[in-house]
């Protein structure tokens, strides 16, 4: 199981009573580990006695049938009884230790006491670290090594009465915890006091403050949002009528240059909607200064 780590901004959530559970739980695994390696050292001085006799007497009686013709003929009848003897007793050996599981229970032992020597210095590191410097929070912790103590509990070979005997004698006015195996405890009902009453309703209260703001904050990034939204579309229009009324003006400046550049008495058609005329065109006349001077002096003259 993987233990999530707390955000950089937020410290890692440690009560007393976590930190008192998991120091008795470091204590049963040391105590787990001592059992465990006692038994590693039954079993391997236990696995060579069984073993050393079956190596002497197999190379005792190979030697005998290779060199079975150099014995005097006296013993001859005698020698195939002998060895068949020693290898009778060699298959019984093997098959009392294959029986007892001695090399089964030799590496069992020695691989629980390494796994509990890991998980007892486990807890022991993090416990001995500050709280802001612990790898997550008490809870999840906990959880965590409450399963791995499960898992090496479930998984471990039994540990022989006899060592478990000598190490409540070593140990009995040691003031670790011990084991469930040497010992029955009586089970502690946590009571908080008052002090951890106050100090949990005034966390929540915080909690519930940084929910709070963290939803005013959400809401005015979105407000900005929209803002910054509505005067970019408003930019935008902006812009889009500049650039229509810039290309009206060209428009009308190109049409005055034309009407500027018509040739003499040219009609220009033009349509009026407002208005009804009896003629569908008005036909403009468009006259020199010096044509327009010459009528204005006959008018006088009249």
Known sequence: MSVEDPSPSEDPIWHPQQEKILKEWSEIGSSYRYLHDKAFQQYSAQN?????????????TGTANFAQGT???AWQSYVPLGIGTLNLAAGLITTIAQFLRVSELLEGHRAASISYSKFSRDISVELSLPVKER??????????CRNELDRLIEQSPNIPQKIVGNFSKRFLKSAFVKPDILDIRAVEIYVPNEVEEQEKIIKAAEIEMKRRQSIIDEAAAKKQAIIDEYAAARKKTK????????????SMQKLISNLGGSTLDQP?????????????TIEI??????????????????
Request: glycine share 6%; hydrophobic share 35%.
């Open 239 to 250: 812009a889009a009528k500049k650039q229509g009324i810039s290309h009206i003006q060209n």
């Open 135 to 144: 790898q997550g929070n008490g809870r999840d912790f906990v959880i965590k």
């Open 285 to 302: 006349v468009v006259k020199n200064e010096d044509d327009v001077e010459v009528e204005g002096k006959n008018e006088e003259e009249k």
């Open 71 to 73: 014995f005097p003929a």
């Open 48 to 60: 060579l006695r069984f073993a050393l006799p079956v190596i002497i007497i197999s190379t005792i």
């Open 268 to 280: 220009l058609p033009l349509s009026d909607s407002s208005t009804s005329v009896e003629s569908d």
